[in-house]
């Protein structure tokens, strides 16, 4: 009996049902979620620079993406978009997150939590 590798035997899967046809990339859902930290941050700042009257001192520096794992992804219901689980550090600090990942009206990848 031939052993198949699991890569092989979920690629054949996907291209007879074409249900991982839409998965998105994971240099995609890093890109994705690489401009959803910075537009929270810059919300974070500048709500804390409005209510502080103005920049004081240093703003706090934004967590880097230092590695992003994509683990698998799911049809996301009812919601457009995939709900995917992956791993990332930031900073060096290693979690495990679920996010939804969908396409926006300009066709980039955005995140949403859930």
Same mark, same amino acid.
């Given at each position: 009996m031939t052993?198949? =590798?699991?890569?092989?035997?979920?690629?054949?899967?996907? =291209?007879?049902?074409?249900?991982?046809? #839409? #998965? /998105?990339?994971? =240099?995609?859902?890093q890109q994705a979620m690489t401009r959803a930290m910075t537009q929270a941050? $810059?919300? $974070?700042?500048?709500?804390? =620079?409005?209510?502080?009257g103005g920049s004081r001192?240093?703003?706090?520096?934004?967590?880097?993406?230092?590695?992003?794992?994509?683990?698998?992804? $799911? /049809?996301?219901q009812p919601a457009a978009g995939h709900l995917c689980e992956f791993t990332v550090s930031l900073n060096g600090r290693e979690s495990k997150n679920k996010g939804r990942f969908f396409k926006a009206p300009d066709g980039t990848l955005t995140m949403a939590d859930r």
């Open positions: 052993r198949i =590798s699991t890569g092989l035997l979920v690629a054949a899967l996907c =291209s007879v049902v074409g249900a991982c046809a #839409d #998965d /998105p990339a994971e =240099s995609a859902m941050y $810059q919300g $974070q700042f500048a709500a804390a =620079s409005f209510l502080m001192g240093q703003a706090i520096a934004m967590p880097t993406i230092t590695d992003f794992h994509k683990i698998g992804c $799911q /049809p996301a």
